[in-house]
């Protein structure tokens, strides 16, 4: 959607419609996520070892952390990118959008790397125990 677009829709469209086409995308992404959590326990359940289960869990809660931090970008820039629309400001608001992008991604790789570096710690803290 280009700038002109998305700022017509902003401007002329009804609220309903507005809020759809920005809350049903991010619907989707849940529903997804859900869908893989369910298939990896599912398959995982199947070998009959409640340790490979638990272990699916608690990494779920890892994913669950990068999916805030990235959530963090999405509300951030989506805000931005409003009130920079509202004040006519386009070229601002061309320029947040692969801001948001980038760091997400900058931040998903520093904490991978955080997490790889102090993988024990982390593992302690969400509650894993040795067997799982």
Known sequence: MNNQKAAAL???APGWKAVSLNAVPAMIAMLM?????????????QTGDPFLVAAVS????VFLLFMAVGTIFRV???SAISRAIGQEK????????????WS???????????????????LELIGASASI
Do not use: H, K, Q, W
Not at 33 to 45: E, K, P, Q, R, S
């Open 76 to 78: 951030g820039g989506t």
């Open 10 to 12: 902003f401007a002329e």
């Open 104 to 122: 997400c991604i900058g931040a998903g790789i520093m904490m991978s790397a955080a997490l790889i570096l102090c993988m024990d710690l982390v």
């Open 58 to 61: 608690l990494a779920t809660s």
């Open 33 to 45: 996520v859900l869908i893989y959590n369910l298939a990896d326990t599912f398959f995982i359940g």
């Open 90 to 101: 386009m070229e601002s608001a061309s320029r947040i959008n692969p801001f948001c992008f």
